[in-house]
């Protein structure tokens, strides 16, 4: 019996769509809206990222075409709702800022792929991976009329980029999809989460 | 002598650009912008649904194809223009409202013909229909920079879900375009209504 | 010896871009955001009224295709920080005003040029114009939470209009891409000046 390997995609998909809907639940938990509003803005920045990057290479949306991202936010939802009763006030909490930047990694990576796979250059494979990685967060932000984190966040945008710099990498030198995705979504988490534990910033103007 | 029957798709985008468009400007008035930003932004709450529809099947918008949209826009904002002067203070004045759920109504209806004719699954018709009836008045709220109604109303969003789900199922028995739209259309409609009357809320978490 | 002309999109789309680069940046900087941040906002000001260009007429975004956009954006940003430099305070300054009105200018002309290009009619030429001169400084101004210029301001994206009608009556007598480009654009910028300038406004409602 065979064992297909699971699509690279798919995979960091789905881990982006539950991140950013545990992400988008909580901040609305945060910001008082009631049941019906935390599930629009969880779904809503689950599928941001994702509908952009379809947008952007021409296509129609993957959340459009079938239940699972829908599905799959929905249930990031429930993780929400149940974390958000757990954790009580989750301002800043780190359960946010790490499914944050899961959600950061993990859309990167599909970005990155979904680039390749429509034949844009090195240059379009980071673009698409930073504008993939960052839309969900960003629409939320603007939904909730917060300074968007993208732009105050040194080690935000920069985190998705480098992921999407090394994705170009590695695929040039002929690594498989796979194990780009998971070194490049890897990458994205690892410089985040030390941003976030360090504090790393850039000197203001 | 043979009349043929309106296109309800054409019906259906008609009155939603008016009802938007009304909508649109009258919120432009009571934010105290002058005769141009009430015109743009009537014009932009009017459009906002039906280019996000078309750009999500990946078609060019017919806003862009065809000057019927903006010109209908723009005697929408006429009315806007006449109905501000008319009843003064518009302040979840009962015609916004009112114009709102017409709209919401009718932007649902136009969603679901555009995803059964693009041959979206069931799924693709009901995320369609309710992108496609919240987008203009999304738009507006992010551009006035209110609190968007989609994330504080439970049975905003809700309604044109309804309505999409009601199209898929009667499209699925076989019921044709022009009766469906018009039931899809009153549903939304309908249960929009009695949510702003009867305070329909569900609970806070 | 044969000097090619320049291609008349090309020039509009490299000073339009630099020019709202300036802009996003000296805004950016005005916001207090920090050298990433100014980096981050000066870009998305910059590929904002393209990108949405490109995607209304269903094409993949010049931005995503090519490096020369973002290569260009980030040398406008560097050229915002120096001028920031110098300046210092920069809030409503005079080259904030003039490079905005230069980046308005220079993109309704590249929405007139890809509008005719796509064989977009008359009206397609004339809302392409507008949204794509409109759409950088919109996207700042919904991202550092301003109340958008094209709401507020009267002669705004009129002037973008304005250009777009001119650059249609010009294509319609036969007049060729590069003297069409450049008269739009010059016109946009004039009217943009000189309603800086002498204050025009419409009355309010």
Do not use: K
Not at 163 to 181: P, R, Y
């Amino acid at each position: 019996m065979v064992i297909a390997a699971p699509d690279p995609f798919a995979v960091m998909n789905v881990v982006g769509l539950l991140a950013f809907a545990v992400v988008g639940s909580l901040r609305a938990i945060d910001a008082d809206l009631d049941l019906l509003g935390v599930g629009v803005l969880g779904v809503m920045t689950a599928l941001g990222g994702g509908v952009t990057r379809d947008l952007l290479v021409d296509s129609v949306p993957v959340a459009l075409r079938s239940t699972t991202d829908v599905s799959v936010a929905l249930a990031g939802v429930g993780v929400g709702l149940a974390v958000g009763r757990v954790v009580g006030d989750v301002t800043d909490h780190s359960v946010v800022l790490l499914a944050d930047a899961v959600g950061l990694a993990a859309f990167a990576a599909t970005g990155a792929l979904v680039a390749a796979d429509a034949g844009l250059s090195a240059f379009g494979v980071v673009v698409l991976a930073t504008v993939t990685g960052v839309g969900g967060g960003l629409l939320s932000d603007v939904l909730l009329r917060n300074v968007p984190a993208v732009l105050v966040e040194d080690f935000y945008a920069t985190c998705a980029l480098v992921g999407g710099v090394a994705f170009w990498a590695l695929a040039s030198v002929g690594v498989g999809d796979g194990t780009n995705a998971a070194v490049c979504a890897g990458l994205v988490l690892g410089l985040r989460l030390l941003a976030i534990r360090y504090d790393w910033e850039l000197p203001t103007v």
